[in-house]
């Protein structure tokens, strides 16, 4: 079986394997550059107050270890409550954040695609 010929970060090679007909895995393809920045786009790692997926996990283990606490005794139910609203208002928050940028994604793609059709249009 082949193996990526790209680097790592730390300049190890890349221990993945590809298809016979392929030199690299997508994480190194130079033709797939492009791609792999609209997917990081899409994923929210670009720009913002930070990755909303790696919020979402941090909030939902916070949920779950104040829920666990409450469940134990170990904190008031009362307060648990607040919590969790505030949670609930943070998750809220990161899916409007997600929503805004899946839509500029999408207006700039449109642009993109409007600049090409008076490209086609203009030859």
Same mark, same amino acid.
């Given at each position: 079986?082949?193996?990526?010929?790209?680097?790592?970060?730390? =300049?190890?090679?890349?221990? !993945? /394997?590809?298809?016979?007909?392929?030199?690299?895995?997508?994480?190194? =393809?130079? *033709?797939?550059?492009?791609?792999?920045?609209?997917?990081?786009?899409?994923? #929210?790692?670009? %720009?913002?107050? %930070?990755?909303?997926? *790696?919020?979402? &996990?941090?909030?939902?283990?916070? $949920?779950? =270890? $104040?829920?666990?606490?409450?469940? &134990?005794?170990?904190?008031?139910?009362? =307060?648990?409550?607040?919590? #969790?609203? $505030?949670?609930?208002? @943070? +998750?809220?928050? +990161? %899916?409007?954040? @997600?929503?805004?940028?899946? &839509? @500029?994604? /999408?207006?700039? !793609? +449109?642009?993109?695609?409007?600049?090409? @059709?008076? &490209?086609?249009?203009?030859?």
């Amino acid at each position: 079986m082949a193996r990526c010929s790209g680097f790592k970060p730390d =300049d190890s090679p890349c221990e !993945r /394997i590809v298809g016979a007909s392929r030199t690299y895995c997508y994480a190194h =393809d130079p *033709a797939r550059a492009d791609e792999r920045k609209r997917a990081a786009s899409r994923g #929210g790692k670009r %720009g913002g107050r %930070g990755r909303p997926m *790696a919020e979402l &996990q941090g909030v939902k283990g916070k $949920l779950e =270890d $104040l829920a666990e606490d409450v469940l &134990q005794g170990r904190k008031d139910r009362g =307060d648990a409550a607040v919590a #969790g609203q $505030l949670y609930n208002t @943070l +998750i809220r928050a +990161i %899916g409007m954040e @997600l929503k805004v940028r899946e &839509q @500029l994604e /999408i207006e700039e !793609r +449109i642009a993109e695609l409007e600049a090409l @059709l008076a &490209q086609r249009e203009a030859s």
